[in-house]
């Protein structure tokens, strides 16, 4: 049972260019969560999604970023006109439809974005 | 204030000894959750184990185990026969509330450095 992908590992943008990230979930799982971490940090939420619905984007910044999930292929974070405070890794995790007690989040491998 | 608080920034564990990574929480909802996540160099995180409020049991999952004392609001991991390939990043998570459609947000603390030195 193949894990979280993301695509890519490794991302280069020059400021102004539109950065796309990729996350497919686990096998089974309808619930995604896109985080992003800072060097030296911890995990910042950023949002929610079911398919086709944005359940809960309180910690995506305001401007220039959004997120899809569409009913067919993968979860999408976009940010356009990047500029080099956005440079970080990206994690997208997910989990199963609630099932009880633990739900927990399984995380994809990231996506480093470097912005130049 | 914080909602996850890592007070270690690093450990130094000789190879074999037991660790005990800490971890307190700040939440006035009775029904939470709280998870542990290893980040090796190479950048992945991995779920090592959860344990909930309403628990009776301290949670374990081979050599891991989580020390929860509610009363004081902490969840601290415990490795036990430290291995070099524990050497890593850990973090402590918390999501709180009720879970009605799947899991809900995850609050993360600011990781501690673990080496483990042979």
Known sequence: NAGVM??????????????????????????VYWYRQ?????????????KENIIDESGMPKERFSAEFPKEGPS??????????DSAAYFCASSPPS?????????GPGTRLTVL | AQKITQTQPGMFVQEKEAVTLDCTYDTSDPSYGLFWYKQ?????????????SYDQQNATEGRYSLNFQKARK???????ASQLGDSAMYFCAMREGIIVQG???LVFGQGTRLTINP
């Open chain 1, 6 to 31: 993301q695509n890519p590992r490794h991302l280069v943008r020059r400021r102004g260019q539109e950065a796309r990230l990729r996350c497919s979930p686990m096998k089974g799982h309808s619930h």
């Open chain 1, 38 to 50: 800072l060097p030296e940090e911890g995990l910042k939420f950023m949002v929610y999604l079911q």
């Open chain 1, 76 to 85: 999408i974070l976009r940010i356009q006109q990047v500029v080099r405070g």
């Open chain 1, 99 to 107: 099932s009880g007690s633990t739900d927990t989040q399984y995380f």
């Open chain 2, 40 to 52: 090796p160099s190479s950048g992945e995180m991995i779920f090592l184990i959860y344990q909930g």
């Open chain 2, 74 to 80: 902490s969840a601290n991991l415990v490795i036990s």
């Open chain 2, 103 to 105: 899991a809900q947000k």
